[in-house]
């Protein structure tokens, strides 16, 4: 089998691209699809006709290059977008919630959305039953001020 592999460079090179592309796609850090790149790099060295010590040669020149260039760029390109696509906790800043029970600066309750929050206050003491608006997300704690339409109320 050894004697197969070393007379067909193409098959150790085919399978090394395919088992880069595998482990890309359970690690999502675009690092084994470069050193896949470099592989088909190998791949096409050996069509071409080049020694062995030659396409491991442009695997590892190939592997490094994108490395060190390709990735940088796709992974910006990739951590690109709108500013309104905020995820997790961050889509909670600037929503309306609901004093279940009084919030001080040292703690209470919130209703954000249907789930309750521990809250605290950014200024003043503020009563249960008001509306109220997220400014931050300390931890688990979300940081509440006064909804702008209660001053209007008041």
């Keep these: 089998m050894f004697e197969w592999l070393g007379e067909n460079w193409w098959a150790v090179w085919l399978t090394a691209f395919l088992a880069f592309a595998v482990v ?36 590892c020149v190939v592997s490094l290059l994108m490395i060190a260039f390709v990735r940088p760029v796709a992974l910006s390109h990739l951590k690109k977008g709108p500013s309104e ?7 909670l800043i600037g929503e309306q919630a609901v004093v ?28 249960a ?6 400014a931050a997300i300390d931890g688990a704690t979300a940081v509440v001020s006064a909804a702008p339409d209660a001053d209007r109320k008041s």
């Design 24 to 59: 890309e796609m359970i690690t999502l850090d675009l690092f084994f699809i470069m050193l896949g790149g470099g592989a088909l790099a190998a791949l096409v060295a050996d069509f071409a006709g080049a020694d062995a010590w030659l396409q491991i040669v442009v695997f």
């Design 85 to 91: 696509q905020r995820t997790n906790v961050d889509r």
């Design 100 to 127: 279940m029970e009084p919030v001080t600066s040292d703690g209470g309750l919130v209703k954000i959305g249907g789930d309750i929050w521990s809250a605290r206050s950014a200024a003043g003491v503020l009563p």
């Design 129 to 134: 039953g008001q509306k109220v608006v997220v």
